[in-house]
């Protein structure tokens, strides 16, 4: 089963715009990360936030974390139409043994 | 390029068909998790492999079973696939769990 939720399912902007994506997950966590897909294709990590962690900034990234609202958003900062992709949040359970139990996306798409 | 080589990048069987799909992990991870991704949802975890040991599941019957090698390779195999097995496999190695490297994932078609 799905532990996050993502929010919006889609988005869609202008290039230069910011984009924000919400995620939402249920159980304690070690930590919670952000990965980017292409069309189908495998999973590039981007960023990952352990849960003594308010905010962390990579690039155009930036991640916040709420453990009490058990809630993170990611934002992409000045957009680019190579930003377009699905981005997921996957989070790092307590207990879990490492696995990590993702949610179900945002589809970005950028247009140019 | 990132290190984790899947093969085959894409294949199709028959319903009640049994299948093999193989990764190749970076040398020196010595854990392996595959996942289940199908079209338009998020990775779902199957199983992971520490040491050669699997050492977590997911919610997937036991005709999902893999095999992680010394060499840092691993498998997953499913017997009498289903046509909800058609999906992404995607396979994801690590040094003790900590920042995982993902595949490409092998597309695997069911009919």
New interface residues.
């Given amino acids: 089963?799905?532990q996050?939720e993502e929010d919006p399912q889609a988005l869609s902007i202008q290039e230069g715009e910011n984009a924000t994506m919400n995620c939402s997950y249920k159980t304690s966590i070690n930590n919670l990360q952000w990965?980017r897909q292409n069309s189908?294709?495998?999973?590039?990590?981007l960023i990952?936030i352990r849960s003594n962690e308010r905010e962390k900034h990579s690039g155009r990234l930036r991640v916040t974390l709420d453990t009490s609202k058990k809630s993170s958003s990611l934002l992409i900062t000045a957009s680019r139409a190579a930003d377009t992709a699905s981005y997921?949040c996957?989070t790092d359970a307590k207990g879990?043994?490492?696995?990590?139990?993702?949610?179900?996306?945002t589809q970005l798409t950028v247009l140019p | 390029e990132t290190g984790v080589t899947q093969s085959p990048t894409h294949l199709i069987k028959t319903r009640g068909q049994q299948v093999t799909l193989r990764c190749s992990s970076q040398s020196g991870h010595n854990t392996v998790s595959w996942y289940q991704q199908a079209l338009g949802q998020g990775p779902q975890f199957i199983f992971q492999y520490y040491r050669e040991e699997e050492n977590g599941r997911g919610n997937f019957p036991p005709r999902f079973s893999g095999l992680q090698f010394p060499n840092y390779s691993s498998e997953l195999n499913v017997n009498a696939l289903e046509l909800d097995d058609s999906a992404l496999y995607l396979c994801a190695s690590s040094f003790e769990g900590h920042g995982y490297t993902f595949g490409s994932g092998t597309r695997l078609t069911v009919v």
């Fill in positions: 089963s799905q996050g990965y189908g294709r495998g999973l590039v990590h990952l997921f996957a879990s043994a490492r696995q990590l139990t993702f949610g179900s996306g």
